[in-house]
């Protein structure tokens, strides 16, 4: 159990186009989910946290207006990189904390962004 | 700010082999600590944790112990199998289970047959 998908896997765009990423829980409900950037050999850095039903809380640095998070539903997150360039190509991973529970994150496989 | 240290990889050893990789961090608050592993094509998984000091985490044979003193989370096993081939992060959080990670840049482990 406990499982967290994204779609998808791998994507490669234009540059000044946008990109969607699903984030989903499978099998558990989820109030909270994160979303975090990876470059090449370097950590996870937390990009937000968004709640379901509200505004995401973006972390110092991240243009909220660049990256788009919805959390509508107890299952769904999604992450909309608009008018993308090359500097955004990176790995980016979800995850969802599951509201009844463990206390423990779980994680998606992660999407491969490519910017043209 | 936050931030957690990990030993650079990759990191081979021989089946059978003892295994350490250690994770020191900094932080500003009381943190809860943990050990994830990815193996290839799969999302980060829960190996370890620990929430207060001198707390031993342990699973599959792997172990770490909070060490307040040092502010380290050495992640050991005795004895590695191939199978433990995979990418380890240490992390860390301050606060409840709805707060953030803070990862360190992960170890890939190699190990040979």
């Known amino acids: 159990g406990a499982v967290v998908s994204q779609h998808p896997s791998w994507v490669i765009c234009k540059s000044g186009t946008s990109v969607k990423i699903e984030c989903r829980s499978l099998?558990?409900?989820?109030?909270?989910m994160f979303w975090y950037r990876q470059f090449p050999k370097q950590s996870l850095m937390l990009m937000a946290t968004s709640n379901e039903g509200s505004k995401a809380t973006y972390e110092q640095g991240v243009e909220k207006d660049k990256f788009l998070i919805n959390h509508a539903s107890l299952t769904l997150s999604t992450l909309t990189v608009t008018s993308a360039h090359p500097e955004d190509s990176s790995f980016y991973i979800c995850?969802?904390?599951?509201?009844?529970?463990?206390?423990?994150?779980?994680f998606g496989p992660g999407t491969r962004l490519t910017v043209l | 700010g936050d931030s957690v240290t990990q030993m650079e990889g990759p990191v081979t050893l021989s089946e059978e082999a003892f295994l350490t990789i250690n994770c020191t961090y900094t932080?500003?608050?009381?943190?809860?600590l943990f050990w994830y592993v990815q193996y290839p094509g799969e999302g980060l998984q829960l190996l370890l944790k620990a929430t207060k000091a001198d707390d031993k985490g342990s699973n599959k044979g792997f172990e770490a112990t909070y060490r307040k003193e040092t502010t380290s989370f050495h992640l050991e096993k005795g004895s590695v199998q191939v199978s433990d081939s995979a990418v380890y992060f240490c992390a860390l959080r301050i606060g409840g289970g709805a707060d953030g990670l803070t990862f360190g840049k992960g170890t890939h482990l190699i190990i040979q047959p």
């Open positions: 995850s969802a904390f599951r509201t009844l529970g463990p206390d423990t994150q779980y």
């Open positions: 099998d558990f409900q989820a109030t909270t």
């Open positions: 932080a500003t608050g009381y943190p809860s």
